[in-house]
C-alpha cells in the first residue's frame, strides 16, 4: 500500500498500528509455516489492511526453534485493534498514526464491554481448566495409593522398591506415602513400608487366598463315617 493510501485511510479514522508476532516450537518448518498461517488469517479480514511484514530469521534454543514477523497494518476502529490483541496476542504493539486518538463515547463503551466479554470467557475457561485439572490430579493419587498398595500386599519393602514396582519418583512417592499414612492404611518409618495389618486382611485378593486355604483344608479333612 502506498504511502498516500494509508495517511487517506487514518485521515478517515483509521489506526496505523506497527506489532510484532513470536511463535516458538518444533520443528522449524512447522513454526515457519504457522506464522505465515497467521498473518495470512489476519489479512482475510476486511477490517485489517497489512501494509508492510518482515519475517526474521528462524533461530534454535535448546532444540526449540522461534521467530517473529514486524508487521504494520491500519485497524478501521479500537474495538477492531483490540480484538487483535486479544486474538494474536502479539508481543509488541505500538501505534504510529494518529498522535492523538478522538473516540466517541460509544466506540469507547463498545470496546469496553468487547474486553470484559472476552476476560469472562477467560476466566471461565480457566476455572473450567483448574476444575479438570483437580479432578486428573485426584484420579493420578488415587491410581498411586492404589499401585503402592499392591505393591506392598505380600511383603514390607523399601521406598526404592515401591519406586521400581510403581515407576514414580521418590518425591512424588513420599507425598503418597503422607496420605496413606493419615488413612491409617500403611506404617513407615522413614525407610521400609508396610501395610497395616488389618487392611492387608481385609485386601480382595488376600480374602480370596484365604478362602483357598479354607477350601483345601476342609477337602484334606477326611469325611465323617
Known amino acids: 500500500m502506498k504511502e498516500k493510501e494509508t495517511r487517506q ?4 479514522g483509521w489506526i496505523h498500528v506497527t506489532a510484532i508476532i513470536e511463535i ?4 522449524k518448518e512447522h513454526i515457519e509455516a504457522t506464522i ?6 489476519i489479512r482475510q479480514n476486511s477490517n485489517i489492511k497489512i501494509t508492510k511484514e518482515d519475517y526474521a530469521e528462524t533461530t534454535e534454543n535448546e532444540k526449540i526453534f522461534f521467530t517473529f514477523v514486524e508487521m504494520d497494518a491500519l485497524f478501521n476502529n ?3 485493534l483490540s480484538g487483535f490483541c486479544f486474538d494474536v496476542m502479539p508481543s509488541s504493539v505500538e501505534i504510529i498514526d494518529p498522535e492523538k486518538l478522538h473516540f ?3 466506540q469507547i463503551s463498545d470496546f469496553l464491554n468487547d474486553i470484559c466479554t472476552r476476560l469472562h470467557k477467560s476466566d471461565a475457561e480457566v476455572k473450567n481448566i483448574r476444575f479438570e485439572n483437580n479432578v486428573l490430579q485426584a484420579n493420578i493419587s488415587s491410581i498411586l495409593q492404589n499401585l503402592i498398595i499392591m505393591s506392598l500386599r505380600f511383603k514390607d519393602k523399601t521406598t526404592e522398591e515401591i519406586c521400581n514396582d510403581c515407576g514414580i519418583r521418590q518425591e512424588h512417592l513420599i507425598a503418597v506415602l503422607q496420605v496413606l499414612m493419615k488413612q491409617g492404611i500403611i ?5 521400609i513400608v508396610s501395610l497395616n495389618p488389618k487392611f492387608r486382611r481385609e485386601l ?3 480374602k ?4 483357598n486355604k479354607e477350601s483345601e483344608k476342609d477337602r484334606s479333612q477326611p469325611d465323617a463315617a
Open 36 to 41: 505465515k498461517g497467521v498473518v495470512d488469517q
Open 24 to 27: 516458538a516450537g518444533k520443528p
Open 187 to 191: 506404617e513407615f518409618d522413614g525407610k
Open 204 to 206: 480382595p485378593i488376600n
Open 78 to 80: 479500537l474495538y477492531t
Open 104 to 106: 466517541p463515547s460509544q
Open 208 to 211: 480370596e487366598s484365604e478362602k
Open 9 to 12: 485511510l487514518v485521515d478517515e
